[in-house]
């Protein structure tokens, strides 16, 4: 579910290029359905025309990460305890912006004297800094402190939540949540918060450079699966289909490894020689002689996009047939 479409891809794969047969006849379904009530005869049907649906996702489910003050309003903290300490966060940030908004004038005013000029030191930019660490640390050690770094979902935040401010709709909620910027979690999290999606897969097999219109570029095509989603709404009601994702399939990764990996791949342009190679065990060594050597070890794995995405490097390599290529290098 991780692996989602970018935008810019799913307007293309939808509009540019042909919808398959049975993604056509999910969207032919869904807007048919549009509004009802998604009853176990409309989940039946649907099986009976795609299987099973291969993910069931709420919209709660989402993980909370980074720390931020309104945390201190979720799980691991009494209600009033909460409030008074979120309160407290809050009210003490306005010191350090303070030092910010000094900041600022003092600089435009530098940046006024002379053309082109942006001083990025003075004194209220070490007041700034030093009070901004000085808030996060207490603050962020304070919640650590009670919380022991527990994990817990949007749904466990706002079960809290509904402590501290009750009685309230569900769209009351959702505007209050937007409001306390927790760190991490977008606006759109909030707004499928009381959502259901139902994941079908709809292609078992598809040529990933057909389905993305890329036939003569020297990329190995490989096979990918797609899927729709259906989104239900808290009452049980039919949305929309929130378009097609999609994502190597088991064989086609496999392969693309087999062409890969233990293989030294080298590069040479000019004087500049390079070499990379990607290991059985999900490491991978590169190297060139550029300034005096260079040397770079990490992770690799194969993303749901057909390419190779490893730590410590800047850009995706693109498996070609003639070896990998990075950025516009080929190695071979």
């Known amino acids: 579910m991780k692996n989602v479409l970018k935008l810019a891809v799913l307007i293309l794969s939808l509009g540019l290029f042909a919808c398959s047969s049975n993604s056509k006849k999910l969207i032919e379904w869904v807007g048919k359905n549009k509004g009802s009530q998604f009853s176990n005869e409309k989940a039946k049907e649907l099986n009976s025309l795609f299987g099973s649906p291969v993910d069931t996702i709420h919209g709660g489910d989402y993980y909370i990460e980074a720390y931020s003050p309104a945390l201190f309003l979720g799980p691991g903290f009494e209600p009033q305890e909460g409030k008074r300490l979120y309160d407290e966060a809050i009210s003490s940030r306005e010191i350090f912006f303070k030092h ?182 999900g490491t991978y060594h590169y190297t060139n002689n550029m300034f005096e050597g260079t040397d770079k070890e990490g992770n690799w794995r194969i993303n749901c996009d057909g390419e190779i995405e490893a730590t410590n490097q800047e850009s995706n390599a693109i498996i070609v047939k003639k070896g990998v290529r990075v950025g516009e290098t080929t190695y071979q």
């Not at 940046?111 to 004194?123: H, I, P, R, V």
């Not at 930019?125 to 808030?135: D, G, H, K, Q, V």
């Open 100 to 281: 910010w908004e000094d900041y600022m004038n003092k600089t435009g005013q530098e940046q006024g004297l002379t053309q082109n000029k942006f001083s990025d030191m003075n004194s209220h930019w070490n007041e700034y800094t030093t009070a901004e660490t000085e808030f996060r640390e207490k603050f962020e050690n304070l919640y650590n402190q009670k919380s022991k770094n527990t994990k817990f979902t949007l749904r466990d935040y706002f079960e809290s939540i509904k402590k501290i401010y009750p009685n309230k709709s569900n769209t009351e909620y959702v505007d209050l949540l937007k409001k306390l910027n927790i760190r991490g979690v977008d606006d759109s999290y909030f707004d499928n918060l009381f959502k259901t999606t139902y994941v079908y897969q709809i292609d078992k097999s598809t040529s990933y450079k057909k389905y993305m219109g890329k036939e003569k570029e020297d990329i190995v095509d490989f096979d990918i699966w797609t899927k729709r989603e259906i989104i239900v709404n808290e009452k049980g009601i039919i949305e929309e289909s929130s378009g097609s994702n999609y994502c190597i399939t088991d064989d086609s990764k496999k392969m693309l490894m087999n062409k890969i990996v233990g293989i030294k791949m080298v590069a040479k342009i000019g004087s500049i020689n390079g070499s990379i190679i990607y290991n059985s065990n």
